[in-house]
Structures are given as C-alpha cells and as structure tokens.
C-alpha cells in the first residue's frame, strides 16, 4: 500500500486515462486501409494465411540455410575472399569448405534460387492475406502487440528486401543497387531470420490452432458456391463487412500452387544439363554461349571484363610464385602432365553446368613453385579489370584435391576466350566466382600465412 493517499488514485487516474485515450485511438481511426471495413475480401482469415505460412515455414529455412552455406562456400577467411569484411559476428562460419563431393555448392546453391524463386507467389500471397495487420488502429495495444508488431516489420521488410534484391542479382542487375549486394543481402537476411524467428515464437500456437480449424481436403473440394468467410477473429484478418465472394479458397490456392510451378518450372533447367535447360526462361540475363565445345554459360565475357587478344595472345606467361617465381608460357603448361576431370561450375546466380576439363593439377604446380601441397594455399589472380572477383584464395585442402585444375582445356578443345583462355581454375565444389578465369599469377603460401 502507498504511503502517499493520493499516490495510488493518480495511478488510477493516469491508467483510465491511457484506457480513454486508447479507446479514443481505436473509435476515430484514419481513413482508407486503417478501418476496419476497408477490408472486405471474403477468403482472408487465420486458416487460409495459416497454409500459406506453413509453406513458407517449411521452405524459408532450407532458403536461409543454404544462403548461409554458399557464404560458407567462399571461405571468408582467405584473403581477398570475404566481400563483407565488416560484418563482424553476423559473417561467423564453422568450418572449411570441402571439396567432395564436387557436386554441393551446385545443389546448394541452385536449391538457394529456385527454391527461393518458386516461394515468391507464395509469399505475395501470404503478404495479401495478412495485408490488414499492417494498417491495424493504434499500432499497439500492449507491449506483447508492440513486439510482434515490430517482428511483423522486420519479417515483411526483411522478406521484400531478400526476395527483391536476390532477384535482381540472379538477373545481373546489379547497376541499380546503391550499395554492395553481397554485403546488404547478408545483413538483411539476419533481419530477416531474427523477425522470422519471433514472429514463428509468437504465432506458431496459434497457426497450429488455425490449421486444425478446418480441413485442407475440404476446402479443396469447395467450389465457389460454398465458399463463406471464416468465423470472426480477434487478429482482424477475417473482414468485418465481407463482400461477396468472386474466387474460391480453392481457386486461390490453385492459382498461387500454379504460379509456383511455372516459376519453379521455368527455373530449374538452370541447373540441370539436358534439355531441360532450353526452358529455363528465367535464368540469369544476359546468358551467353561459345562455339562447339565452349557451348556452355557464360557469366562475365572477356570483353566485358577488359580481356582483350593482346593480353591472352603469345606474350602471354604464367608467374608462379612460392619458394621460387617461374615464368611459363601456355606450350610451357602443356608440356605438363594433363588430367582430365569431369567437373560442375555453379554461380551464385543458380546457374550450374558439368563439362570435363583438362590442364595440369594445382599440386603439381604447388609443387613446381617449391611449395608442399596440403600445407599451402594460392592467391589466384587474374588479368580481369575492375571486377569484384579478379583475385581469390584457395584453401590448402582446396590446392591439394588432385582435381583441382588449371584447365587448359575444355570437353577436348582449347578454352574460348569468354570461358578463361589462356588458362583458367577449376577446384570441385567452388563458387563459380572462385574458378578464377584468365589466370595470370599463382602465388602459394603457406597456410595461414
């Protein structure tokens, strides 16, 4: 009890007075979407938005996942190698990237874009059926409604800004961003995942409850006729003057189902070898293609690049530097024992092709530069001008895989200039930006050194 009498009446008075003005809020909302009745779709309700989120719930973290991994995959702690060297804790990693098998940083990352691709309409349709809340009157009502709100915005938010930019990257479009795409698209996916992970803590009770509300058969066997407006909802999704329907629930989760198989349709070919790939309508723009052998993706071309004859022509030499520097001519690497590997190349763009290569191995050359495999690294570096990948580093596991090359050679005929000639890398399961193309200097160090 307060020792002041009016000590406890003035809380009581300040309290009926924040009622009052609260109330007061939710009587005199402002006009347009911030009412009540603005909303009048008869399908929007927790069931319906509860099937889109379980959708997303069982596909964002595979998305997430695999995004973290392909950040993995560039070994961010070689030099030259992290493109967000400020990120601090947010850039964290566990572990090196393998080499074997030579095939995941294809299926991870090409699961990465086509995954997150073929969930786009399923998120428009989630961002639809949740519209309301975002238009809600007074913002918040509590400090639990305060902070799921604030999850709210950073899950949406968070959500536009991931999708948006990674589908302008996987079109090369990276002119219209005023900032750095890797180092923007790391930040806001941990926005991203940290609203997603409150707003999961503070609706998955309640998704749960809406999804056993009403069957999913049942609702795919009712037709227009049947279709009637979910029962009223504390939330406010459910519209409080509903119109009369134009679309079934069926006919919705058909329509966004089926616009997610056409995207996912359109996109897969990417990264697969075949036929297939003539219908990937949506791969990355600007895709461009060699003749005969080198009839395969092209990411970055030499002359988009600043790789011009002159540079690749005979004057051309490879430095390797190490416990000696040697200077070699194309004839001189051919001179060298040639292997031959049939190797995937995947960009962080989704795209991804298997072709066989053949050049000398990077042990054999670790070795003529007077180094010991399996103790040291390479800094790749090339003759690329201005690009954001014209120097890399290979790991010591990395060099010392006898199928990393230093191709020569391509499906049995020399390189195209577009694809690396002189000579280019090929390390198995490397992003595609780490098989450095028109390479000019080797130089192995010793690990960690």
């Known amino acids: 009890m307060s020792d002041q009498p009016g000590e406890e009446h003035g809380r009581e008075g300040g309290e009926s007075v924040w009622r009052r003005g609260g109330a007061w809020l939710r009587s005199h909302p402002p006009p347009g979407p911030f009412r009540p009745d603005f909303w009048r779709s008869p399908l929007r309700g927790p069931w319906l938005t509860s099937v889109f989120g379980l959708v997303l719930l069982v596909g964002i973290p595979i998305v997430a996942l695999t995004g973290l991994l392909s950040y993995a995959a560039y070994n961010p702690w070689l030099p030259r190698n992290d493109t967000t060297p400020e990120s601090g804790l947010l850039g964290f990693y566990f572990f090196d990237w393998p080499t074997w098998p030579a095939w995941l940083y294809r299926v991870t990352q090409g699961a990465h874009v086509i995954l997150g691709l073929t969930l786009i309409p399923v998120l428009l349709a989630k961002l639809w059926s949740v519209i309301p809340k ?16 604030a999850s709210l915005l950073l899950l949406v938010g968070g959500a536009v800004f991931e999708f948006a930019t990674g589908v302008l990257n996987i079109q090369l479009f990276y002119t219209v961003f005023p900032f750095s795409f890797y180092s923007a698209h790391l930040y806001g996916a941990w926005i991203f995942i940290a609203g997603f992970v409150v707003h999961l803590a503070v609706k998955l009770p309640r998704m749960v409850r809406a999804l056993r509300s009403r069957s999913l058969r049942g609702e795919l066997r009712t037709g227009l006729d049947g279709t009637r407006p979910e029962p009223p909802d504390p939330g406010g999704l459910v519209a409080t003057r509903p119109a009369e329907p134009s679309l079934s629930r069926r ?4 329509f966004v189902g089926g616009g997610s198989l056409l995207i996912f349709g359109l996109s897969v070919g990417q990264t697969l070898d075949g036929p297939l790939r003539r219908t990937a309508l949506l791969a990355p723009h600007g895709r461009m293609y060699g003749p005969g052998p080198n009839d395969f993706q ?3 071309s030499a002359g988009a690049m600043g790789v011009d004859l002159a540079s690749t022509g005979p004057g051309w030499r490879l430095e390797l530097a190490g416990g000696r520097l ?59 001008r201005g690009g954001a990948f014209s120097e890399a580093s290979l790991s010591a596991r990395q060099v010392a895989d006898h199928r990393s090359l230093l191709a020569l050679r391509v499906n049995g005929a020399d390189l195209s200039l577009d694809h690396g000639y002189p000579a280019r890398i090929i390390v198995p399961n490397a992003p595609g930006v780490h098989n450095t193309k028109w390479v000019r200097r080797l130089s192995f160090r010793l690990q960690g050194g």
């Open 134 to 149: 975002l238009f809600l009157w007074p913002p918040a009502r509590s400090v639990a409604e305060a902070v799921e709100r």
């Open 251 to 254: 006919g919705l989760l058909g």
């Open 298 to 300: 092209v990411n970055k």
């Open 326 to 384: 040697i200077r070699l001519s194309r004839a001189d690497l051919l001179a060298l024992p040639q292997y031959t590997y049939a190797l995937p190349i995947a960009c962080v763009e989704g795209w991804s092709t298997q072709q066989t290569w053949t050049g000398p191995r990077l042990v054999d050359l670790a070795r003529l530069a007077g180094t010991v495999p399996g103790r040291v690294e390479v800094y790749v570096e090339s003759l690329e």
